[in-house]
């Protein structure tokens, strides 16, 4: 459809000449639902570097005998000992730090549900990794999550840095348990614009 | 559709300096929301705290915090007297790492004291590192309309620290 300035008398060919196109600042860039079978690890590739923070939220589950596991993420496809991690803790009873320098992976949430404790249970997870783009900082990624079961939980604050002054431009997530990720598992990522 | 998430401003510092600053903070969200990516100049230690003043105040009057904390080995949970939120890496931490913090400032244009939350962490490339989750409150019922960022020890941020600040609407 096209218009005409009311002002300049100017034709144009759409509704927003003469406008600057709205950009909103949060916007969802991508997300993956993991289908039946599940899968062994989620991937977001060829991320747009048209923002300033990135954020990924999220619902995970692992058939998983016990305990717990966690989930871990790659970025760029970078495996080397370019990673540190370190976490904030607590199950319920007892609440705990630890810390590790040069890693091959970024630590990410806590989440492992034992199918026996509780076949609907799903952590949750939010993400959030600031300056994605910027290459003057190594990157540095916050992590909050946690789940339930009516029996057994995990909450957990973790951090992680990226010692790459790289872009991210991909990143995997996977588990550091082995086997795929449930079905219906959920990971949303997110692109945050500034000003 | 309403716009619930707004991007208000973005500070980069291009050289180093004793704070970011955001003024004339508009009155027209509900919430705010700052995501602070800092670095301190000094060295001696691994992290030096992250502090937030309001409305230009020159000390940290009314202004306290309650924590919980890991410092990569052990937690602990306490309280102070300042806008303590997390902490960043100072020169003594791993090169090129700089804070993530998330500050979540409810109903700031409001006519009660001014609670706030915030989780942070900063990293480093050794066991010893920062990160916490904070309550805070500014015992003031001034609308919010400026908010300073620094560190516990005056000293400057480094030049690409940056701060972004976003306003929520609940309509």
Redesign the interface.
């Given at each position: 459809m096209s218009t005409i300035s009311l002002k300049s008398k100017q034709k144009y060919g759409t509704l927003l000449a003469g406008n600057e196109a709205y950009l909103p600042s949060y916007e969802s860039i991508a997300t993956v639902i993991v289908g039946s079978g599940g899968q062994s690890s989620v991937s977001f590739t060829s991320i747009p570097t048209t923002y300033t923070h990135l954020q990924i939220r999220g619902i995970v589950r692992k058939a998983f005998s016990s305990g717990t596991t966690a989930l871990k993420a790659n970025f760029n496809s970078d495996t080397g000992m370019n990673y540190t991690n370190h976490q904030l803790y607590g199950n319920g009873s007892s609440a705990g730090a630890d810390g590790n320098a040069t890693g091959t992976y970024s630590n990410m949430p806590f989440f492992a549900i034992a199918t026996q404790q509780s076949d609907t249970a799903y952590g949750a997870f939010v993400v959030d990794i600031l300056d994605y783009r910027n290459s003057n900082k190594y990157k540095t990624i916050r992590s909050f999550a946690g789940y339930e079961t009516n029996s057994v939980g995990f909450i957990n604050l973790a951090s992680s840095l990226w010692l790459s002054t790289s872009a991210i431009t991909s990143i995997t997530l996977a588990t550091y348990a082995s086997g795929n990720i449930d079905q219906y598992s959920k990971f949303a990522l997110y692109g945050l614009r500034s000003a | 559709m309403a716009?619930?998430?707004?991007?208000?401003?973005?500070v980069t510092l291009g050289s180093a300096a004793a704070n970011i600053e955001f003024t004339s903070i508009p009155q027209t969200f509900t919430d705010l929301v700052l995501?602070i990516?800092a670095r301190n100049a000094s060295t001696g230690g691994v992290g030096i705290r992250c502090q937030l003043r309001f409305n230009g105040a020159a000390n940290d009057n009314n202004l306290s915090f309650r924590r919980?904390?890991?410092?990569?080995?052990?937690?602990g949970s306490d309280t102070g007297s300042t806008g303590h939120v997390a902490w960043m890496p100072d020169g003594s931490a791993?090169?090129?790492?700089?804070?993530?913090?998330?500050v979540y400032i409810p109903n700031y244009a409001g006519s009660t004291n001014k609670s706030f939350s915030a989780?942070?962490?900063?990293?480093?490339?050794?066991?010893?590192?920062y990160?916490?989750?904070f309550a805070d409150l500014w015992s003031d019922t001034s609308a919010i309309t400026s908010i300073k960022i620094f560190a516990e020890n005056g000293q400057n941020l480094v030049?690409?620290s940056?701060a972004?600040l976003?306003g929520i609407k609940n309509s």
């Open positions: - | 716009t619930t998430y707004t991007a208000i401003a973005e995501k990516s919980l904390y890991g410092d990569g080995s052990s937690t791993t090169a090129n790492g700089f804070s993530n913090i998330e989780d942070g962490v900063m990293e480093n490339n050794a066991t010893a590192a990160m916490g989750l030049q690409h940056s972004t976003y």
